[in-house]
């Protein structure tokens, strides 16, 4: 920093001045500086609907599946893009059974964890 602008940051009159300032421009903002809140009422309810700013109505049919040209190429011809050779098989059925568990409560010994208790199927 310049030697100038230091010896006026360490102005004594320099600092009260500002600091004056700074209680003058606190005390006008609570204050309000004369002003008042604006008068507050209900809104009132408008006859018609707003209006869209983008026509939407006909962005539904855009996107449908009938708009579209079917593709030239289809799927089960001979084809070196297109191949059933890299299809996986359908998997097994789950090997898994349901059972019903039964929730049958909590308990808990002195200072130890809770333990719970289920019941599963008849065991």
């Known amino acids: 920093m310049p030697p100038v602008v ?9 600092v009260a001045g500002v600091h004056a300032g ?6 006008l903002t609570v204050t309000h500086l004369g002003g008042k809140a604006p008068d507050f009422r209900g809104a009132d309810a408008a006859l018609n609907p707003p ?25 089960n011809t001979l ?3 297109f191949t059933r050779y890299f299809v996986p098989p359908t998997p ?20 130890g964890l809770k333990q719970t208790i289920f019941k599963l ?3």
Request: hydrophobic letters at 35%.
């Open 92 to 111: 097994p059925p789950p090997t898994t059974r349901k059972i019903q568990v039964t929730y049958q409560g909590f308990y808990q010994s002195g200072a």
């Open 22 to 27: 700074l209680w003058l421009l606190l005390y």
């Open 79 to 81: 084809n070196p893009f």
């Open 121 to 123: 199927d008849e065991a």
């Open 51 to 75: 209006q869209s700013p983008a026509p939407v109505a006909g962005l539904g049919g855009l996107f449908s599946p009938g708009v579209w040209p079917r593709s030239l190429n289809e799927t």
């Open 6 to 14: 230091k010896r006026t940051l360490r102005n004594r009159w320099f």
